[in-house]
């Protein structure tokens, strides 16, 4: 059962993952039609925040499991 839940846990990272770095690449696009709006450059951020966090915790995450 955990690792029923462990696997499901990291299909839905990968396709949280894979929606934001489509916004991401959303908003860049946009960005360069016309300027953001407060709104949108909000989630902007946060998107390019939470990319970063997801990859550098899953790669802690991954080092931990194979060295720890």
Do not use: P, W
């Given at each position: 059962?955990?690792?029923?839940?462990?696997?499901?846990?990291?299909?839905s990272a990968?396709i949280?993952?894979?929606?934001?770095?489509?916004?991401y690449?959303?908003f860049k696009?946009?960005?360069?039609e016309r300027?953001?709006?407060s709104?949108e450059?909000?989630?902007?951020?946060?998107?390019?925040i939470?990319?970063?966090?997801?990859?550098?915790?899953?790669?802690?995450?991954?080092?931990?499991?194979?060295?720890g």
């Amino acid at each position: 059962m955990v690792s029923l839940l462990e696997n499901t846990f990291q299909i839905s990272a990968v396709i949280l993952l894979i929606c934001a770095v489509y916004y991401y690449r959303h908003f860049k696009k946009t960005k360069r039609e016309r300027k953001l709006t407060s709104f949108e450059f909000l989630i902007y951020i946060i998107t390019r925040i939470a990319i970063y966090l997801c990859t550098i915790s899953y790669i802690l995450l991954f080092l931990d499991r194979n060295f720890g």
